[in-house]
């Protein structure tokens, strides 16, 4: 059952989930959702700020972050925007703060992002990786394996290829994933996942928005204190969903 025990100590988590505005390609939001409601049903109060303006936020409150996909302009509109906050950022990420970056909000983390004509878009830097946006595009539904989160089901539309030699999300079942050649989805650094699977992807794969909320709570209250608090949730639907998708996916022709 998903009902809160109110006789538990109270747990809150502030997620900033950056330019919600500009980058919610393919209902990237209903990732901020999904954390939402698997938090309320275990009795933690996720707080969700719209980070739209870096000078005005402190990254020092923030427990886990967001970021989802936008079209090469709004990118390179945000990427201009967070490098005001680059070094508390990377700083945050290095101590352990769990992150989503989809599609666009992925490939800025790197070095550069170079689009189809050959133009050059400076990336925070923060990971030590390069996108080259080529044609055609990498359209349709992905299936992933992955050795931390199992089977893994997303829809993914992108130019870019993204190349790196960081740990991946998973091995490509179905699709593309970073690029049509390594067969290697996403890019898993400490505790943030970098993926180019829209749909959103949380709802669908529960195991890792749970990651990320416990990964979370670790940060803010230490690992000990925060198992009890990730108390299984009846996730059947949201299980029959994920492999309804990956049963047409994988019989389909069409990828």
């Not at 996909?69 to 769990?98: F, H, Y």
């Not at 089901?153 to 699709?175: C, D, I, M, Q, S």
């Not at 749909?199 to 529960?206: A, D, R, S, V, Y």
Request: hydrophobic share 35%; aromatic share 10%; with cysteine.
């Amino acid at each position: 059952m998903r009902n809160n025990d109110l006789s538990r100590p109270f747990k809150s988590l502030t997620m900033f989930h950056f330019f919600p505005d500009k980058l919610n390609l393919y209902g990237d939001r209903g990732n901020a959702l999904c954390l939402a409601k698997r938090c309320d049903w275990r009795g933690i109060h996720l707080v969700i700020k719209e980070i739209r303006r870096m000078d005005e936020c402190s990254l020092e409150e923030m427990d886990l972050f967001l970021i989802g996909g936008g079209s090469d302009r709004e990118q390179a509109l945000v990427t201009r925007e967070l490098k005001k906050m680059k070094d508390g950022l990377k700083e945050k990420i290095e101590n352990g703060v769990p992150g989503l970056m989809i599609c666009g909000g992925y490939q800025f983390l790197g070095n550069q992002y170079i689009d189809s004509v050959g133009n050059e878009m400076e990336g925070l830097g923060i990971l030590d990786f390069y996108t080259v946006a080529k044609y055609p595009r990498l359209v349709g539904n992905a299936l992933i394996r992955s050795p931390l989160f199992g089977e893994i089901v997303g829809f993914e539309n992108h130019a870019g290829r993204t190349y790196h030699g960081y740990p991946t999300l998973g091995k490509v079942e179905k699709g593309f994933g970073n690029n049509e050649v390594d067969k290697e989805e996403g890019l898993f650094y400490k505790n943030i996942i970098g993926t180019y699977l829209h749909g959103p992807i949380l709802p669908k794969n529960p195991t890792i928005a749970d990651y990320l909320i416990q990964k979370a709570l670790e940060y803010r209250y230490g690992a000990e204190p925060t198992l009890d608090w990730m108390v299984p949730l009846d996730d059947h639907l949201e299980y029959l969903a994920m492999k309804q998708v990956w049963e047409q996916v994988q019989g389909s022709k069409l990828i």
